[in-house]
């Protein structure tokens, strides 16, 4: 099973993955996992990305290609895999969608996991974090019985600067013209599925899973 998986920020597509990963036995491939561990490493792709990020350049598209490509050769990627963040935009999925060609390793789906601009902004800006044991809640969906106090610890809840309303909107925005072309790229290839990601996790999982499962019929 060879999945994209497409979705805004806050959408649940971390969360889905992991679940995916458990139950088809198939790895989860993050192009920032992957660009770390090929500059840890000292690759020869890695020691290129690394001369970009040291720039504070973005790493070009025909490095992080070359990266994913090298990763979907591993054994673990023989059943299929789960492609998370990457590609980013219409002209990154060409060129995967060549590579994949090449590899006899073409997408089976791409997973849309749908969520309305106005819940992403509450699940995302509505975050808090204890200061004092880490512990998260939201104001909105799962606020603390005690407003801006842990339940478990006392500690005091804060509000990351990642989650403030102008960075969250900016974030969105971004995605919205970089990202969501990708939907009407794969409509038009015939593999696009769409998943509604509002309501209760194990049942969005649940339609995940027979759209998956219908495929393979």
């Known amino acids: 099973m060879r999945i994209v998986l497409l979705g805004a920020p806050g959408a649940g597509k971390g969360t889905q993955a992991k679940k995916l990963i458990e139950k088809y036995g198939i790895p989860q491939i993050s192009t920032g996992?992957?660009?770390?561990?090929?500059?840890?490493?000292?690759?020869?792709?890695?020691?290129?990305?690394?001369?970009?990020?040291?720039?504070?350049?973005?790493?070009?598209?025909?490095?992080v290609i070359g990266l994913v490509k090298?990763?979907?050769?591993?054994?673990d990627c023989k059943k299929g895999?789960?492609?998370?963040?990457?590609?980013?935009?219409?002209?990154?999925?060409?060129?995967l969608d060549k590579v994949l060609d090449e590899m006899g390793m073409p997408?089976?789906?791409a997973l849309?996991?749908?969520?309305?601009?106005?819940?992403l902004m509450k699940r995302l800006t509505g975050r808090r974090t204890c200061k004092?044991?880490?512990?998260?809640?939201?104001v909105y969906f799962s606020p603390p019985k005690q407003e801006g106090v842990c339940d478990k610890c006392g500690g005091e809840l804060y509000q990351r600067d990642?989650?403030?309303e102008e960075t969250i909107r900016k974030r969105l925005e971004v995605y919205e013209a970089q990202t969501a072309p990708l939907i009407d790229y794969y409509e038009k290839k015939g593999i696009l599925k769409r998943v509604n990601g509002v309501g209760d996790i194990d049942e969005i999982?649940?339609?995940i899973c027979s759209i998956l499962d219908g495929l393979k019929k």
């Open 205 to 207: 999982f649940s339609n």
């Open 70 to 75: 090298e990763r979907l050769q591993q054994d």
């Open 162 to 164: 990642d989650d403030k």
């Open 107 to 109: 997408l089976d789906v």
């Open 33 to 63: 996992d992957i660009l770390r561990k090929a500059v840890a490493d000292g690759t020869p792709l890695g020691k290129e990305a690394k001369s970009y990020m040291d720039k504070g350049e973005l790493v070009p598209d025909s490095v």
């Open 132 to 138: 004092q044991c880490g512990q998260m809640y939201n």
């Open 81 to 95: 895999f789960i492609l998370d963040g990457f590609p980013r935009n219409t002209s990154q999925a060409e060129t």
């Open 112 to 119: 849309s996991v749908d969520v309305d601009m106005d819940i």
